[in-house]
């Protein structure tokens, strides 16, 4: 039991049992783990795997929390660390049973200039991500998305996909140099918006619904001519673009994201430059682009929201992403402070002016005082007027959000034990998941999150059998189900990034995070289904991961009847020990 533990006093408690110190009679009561390592000893061992299961399954049930106040926003935020981030690595790793509510929604997703190729046809007009990646050296192997994947000539084979996939929803974006070659509305391609025509009707033909994002990243260059996202003509630009595109297919779409990632294309196209237009000042231009974007964002909103919204009833959102911090020590409160530090600075850059009111404060604070101390009379973040900051807060109708790895908090790091991906940013940590969606619901008055992207990459020789994909989407799901039963997240879909190998930016078709492999080297672009297909596919059939223990469910596949990836681990470190024993 806890006890007296030298110079730390009772602060470190090693006990199985815990002993209230403050209580005259020092009750004691068992820990989760008594449990569990009486269960060891009653079987001598780990048992069975479907037992281990069945006995972790009915330890792990806790409560579903109340739903937050608004009154209680954002100060209930760190709770996430104070509770998940000190749960133990058994807690962490359990796996979880259960199902989605009947209504989640299941996608997959791409991005236009990832995927269509046709980079001049029938009268598209220039991108930045044209100019950019025809620029020798910007993109790995000077790729560039000429013709991509295709898809502007393919579409009966990329629904065929999706169909395979039996995917609910597809998340798609509109090129707008396709649209409108100029940028503006006094030149508009119909060839351009035929396309799409066609690409949403055959969506709703085979009972997909299309999720269309305005923008992922391909500005028309000629706007970029004229400042791009760092003038605020752009915004004008963005609304005007916005209308049209509500006011042609608004009959038909009912999800709309105006903006992908809004971080990514302030910091690495306009701050670090590695990313079009490749625009490189690291001090202050991001945040003028960024303002700029999320004020883009708003108009278009407000276009919806007043013109459009009664008659097409649909909804209307931005899309963010974010890591996850972990503090390196969940018991420091430096390195919490760190954590939360990257939080308002990730998330909260763009989050806060969306969903609370304006840039949050540390970051409003740091910025003013590092400008100033390096000389500036006046912050490197523009400020928002009264007036912009209502008309900026509230544009929202659910978060959308883009989620794929965590890091470190301390000296921004990631785990070494995390597993590696085709990307050096990516490191496989589900945990990190759970929690930022349970620090959203915290943190943005509990929103109804649709996640717009998550997945994974490989590089390298082509193999087919994509096993850390699959991993990656077991556990990561697993994780997004406990956020949802057990912290209460309202987690209303799921799009999982990508349909299928495409152009990776600046990485151009070295690292694939396909659900599809496609040969890029074949003219005919030929794509063939990685074994992830049909594994992301019993999960959607699935709805989530039913109780084998519950009996048979007809939408499992082998992989789901027998046991999870706990047991799994401990089976193969159960045989490498005896295996070791033999060798000794
Ligand atoms: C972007 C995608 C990209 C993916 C993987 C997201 O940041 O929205 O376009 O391919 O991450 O890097």
Same mark, same amino acid.
């Given at each position: 039991?806890?006890? @007296?533990?030298?110079?730390?006093?009772?602060?470190?408690?090693?006990?199985? =049992? /815990?002993?209230? @110190?403050?209580? #005259?009679?020092?009750?004691?009561?068992?820990?989760? %783990?008594?449990?569990? $390592?009486?269960?060891?000893?009653?079987?001598?061992? $780990?048992?069975?795997?479907?037992?281990?299961?069945?006995?972790?399954?009915?330890?792990?049930?806790?409560?579903?929390?109340?739903?937050?106040?608004?009154?209680?926003?954002?100060?209930?935020?760190?709770?996430?660390?104070?509770?998940?981030?000190?749960?133990?690595?058994?807690?962490?790793?359990?796996?979880?049973?259960?199902?989605?509510?009947?209504?989640?929604?299941?996608?997959?997703?791409?991005?236009?200039?990832?995927?269509?190729? *046709?980079?001049?046809?029938?009268?598209?007009?220039?991108?930045?991500?044209? !100019?950019?990646?025809?620029?020798?050296?910007?993109?790995?192997?000077?790729?560039?998305?000429?013709?991509?994947?295709?898809?502007?000539?393919?579409?009966?084979?990329?629904?065929?996909?999706?169909?395979?996939?039996?995917?609910?929803?597809?998340?798609?974006?509109?090129?707008?140099?396709?649209?409108?070659?100029?940028?503006?509305?006094?030149?508009?391609?119909?060839?351009?918006?035929?396309?799409?025509?066609?690409?949403?009707?055959?969506?709703? #033909?085979?009972?997909?619904?299309?999720?269309?994002?305005?923008?992922?990243?391909?500005?028309?260059?000629?706007?970029?001519?004229?400042?791009?996202?760092? %003038?605020?003509?752009?915004?004008?630009? @963005?609304?005007?673009?916005?209308?049209?595109?509500?006011?042609?297919?608004? /009959?038909?779409?009912?999800?709309?994201?105006?903006?992908?990632?809004?971080?990514?294309?302030?910091?690495?196209?306009?701050?670090?430059?590695?990313?079009?237009?490749?625009?490189?000042?690291?001090?202050?231009?991001?945040?003028?682009?960024?303002?700029?974007?999320?004020?883009?964002?708003?108009?278009?909103?407000?276009?919806?929201?007043?013109?459009?919204?009664?008659?097409?009833?649909?909804?209307?959102?931005?899309?963010?992403?974010?890591?996850? #911090?972990?503090?390196?020590?969940?018991?420091?409160?430096?390195?919490?402070?760190? *954590?939360?530090?990257?939080?308002?600075?990730?998330?909260?850059?763009? #989050?806060?002016?969306?969903?609370?009111?304006?840039?949050?404060?540390?970051?409003?604070?740091?910025?003013?005082?590092?400008?100033?101390?390096?000389?500036?009379?006046?912050?490197?973040?523009?400020? @928002? =007027?009264?007036?912009?900051?209502?008309?900026?807060?509230?544009?929202?109708? $659910?978060?959308?959000?883009?989620?794929?790895?965590?890091?470190?908090?301390?000296?921004?790091?990631?785990?070494?034990?995390?597993?590696?991906?085709?990307?050096?940013?990516?490191?496989?940590?589900?945990?990190?998941?759970? !929690?930022?969606?349970?620090?959203?619901?915290?943190?943005?008055?509990?929103?109804?999150?649709?996640?717009?992207?998550?997945?994974? %990459?490989?590089?390298?020789?082509?193999?087919?059998?994509?096993? /850390?994909?699959?991993?990656?989407?077991?556990?990561?799901?697993?994780?997004?189900?406990?956020?949802?039963?057990?912290?209460?997240?309202?987690?209303?879909?799921?799009?999982?990034?990508?349909?299928?190998?495409?152009?990776?930016?600046?990485?151009?078709?070295?690292?694939?995070?396909?659900?599809?492999?496609?040969?890029?080297?074949?003219?005919?672009?030929?794509?063939?289904?990685?074994?992830?297909?049909?594994?992301?596919?019993?999960?959607?059939?699935?709805?989530?991961?039913?109780?084998?223990?519950?009996?048979? /469910?007809?939408?499992?596949?082998?992989?789901?009847?027998?046991?999870?990836?706990?047991?799994?681990?401990?089976?193969?470190?159960?045989? !490498?020990?005896?295996?070791?024993?033999?060798?000794?």
């Amino acid at each position: 039991m806890d006890g @007296f533990e030298g110079p730390q006093g009772y602060s470190e408690r090693f006990g199985l =049992t /815990h002993v209230n @110190f403050e209580d #005259a009679n020092r009750q004691r009561t068992p820990k989760q %783990s008594a449990y569990f $390592f009486s269960g060891v000893i009653e079987n001598n061992g $780990f048992g069975t795997p479907a037992r281990h299961l069945k006995e972790v399954a009915e330890i792990t049930v806790t409560p579903r929390t109340s739903k937050l106040v608004a009154s209680q926003v954002p100060s209930e935020a760190k709770v996430v660390w104070d509770t998940l981030s000190r749960q133990s690595r058994f807690q962490r790793h359990k796996y979880h049973y259960g199902t989605f509510p009947q209504d989640f929604l299941w996608g997959v997703s791409s991005s236009a200039y990832q995927i269509e190729g *046709a980079w001049r046809a029938d009268g598209k007009g220039m991108s930045i991500w044209d !100019k950019f990646s025809h620029t020798p050296g910007k993109v790995l192997h000077n790729d560039n998305g000429d013709i991509a994947c295709d898809s502007y000539n393919k579409l009966e084979i990329d629904i065929g996909l999706l169909k395979q996939l039996k995917v609910t929803h597809y998340r798609m974006s509109i090129s707008w140099p396709r649209v409108l070659p100029d940028g503006t509305t006094n030149n508009i391609n119909e060839a351009g918006v035929d396309y799409y025509h066609r690409v949403i009707d055959a969506l709703l #033909a085979a009972n997909i619904q299309p999720q269309v994002t305005l923008y992922h990243w391909d500005l028309p260059q000629a706007l970029e001519d004229q400042g791009g996202w760092l %003038s605020d003509m752009v915004v004008d630009r @963005f609304r005007e673009y916005a209308d049209f595109l509500f006011s042609r297919f608004g /009959h038909k779409v009912k999800f709309w994201i105006t903006i992908n990632e809004p971080y990514i294309i302030a910091l690495l196209g306009y701050g670090y430059g590695s990313f079009a237009p490749g625009n490189h000042d690291p001090g202050s231009l991001h945040y003028v682009a960024g303002h700029n974007v999320i004020k883009a964002h708003a108009e278009a909103w407000h276009v919806y929201n007043d013109k459009y919204r009664a008659e097409q009833k649909g909804r209307i959102s931005i899309t963010l992403n974010s890591d996850w #911090a972990e503090p390196r020590n969940p018991y420091k409160q430096e390195d919490i402070d760190a *954590a939360k530090r990257y939080m308002d600075f990730f998330l909260g850059w763009f #989050a806060n002016p969306i969903f609370v009111g304006d840039y949050n404060e540390p970051m409003k604070r740091i910025i003013r005082e590092r400008s100033l101390a390096n000389g500036l009379d006046k912050s490197r973040l523009p400020e @928002f =007027t009264p007036a912009e900051i209502e008309r900026i807060r509230g544009t929202h109708d $659910f978060f959308g959000l883009n989620h794929y790895t965590s890091v470190l908090a301390f000296m921004v790091i990631s785990d070494r034990t995390w597993l590696e991906s085709g990307s050096n940013w990516l490191k496989i940590a589900p945990l990190g998941f759970r !929690k930022l969606l349970k620090y959203i619901k915290d943190e943005y008055g509990d929103p109804p999150i649709l996640v717009t992207e998550n997945g994974v %990459s490989e590089n390298g020789p082509v193999d087919l059998n994509d096993e /850390h994909r699959s991993y990656f989407y077991e556990n990561y799901i697993n994780e997004m189900l406990k956020a949802n039963m057990t912290d209460g997240a309202n987690v209303i879909g799921y799009t999982a990034w990508s349909l299928m190998d495409n152009l990776e930016w600046a990485s151009g078709y070295g690292e694939r995070f396909g659900l599809f492999y496609v040969n890029h080297t074949n003219a005919d672009r030929p794509r063939t289904p990685k074994t992830s297909v049909p594994f992301y596919t019993t999960i959607v059939r699935c709805n989530g991961f039913p109780n084998p223990a519950d009996g048979p /469910h007809d939408c499992t596949n082998p992989l789901f009847s027998t046991s999870g990836p706990i047991s799994d681990a401990l089976l193969i470190v159960s045989k !490498k020990r005896s295996k070791k024993r033999r060798d000794d």
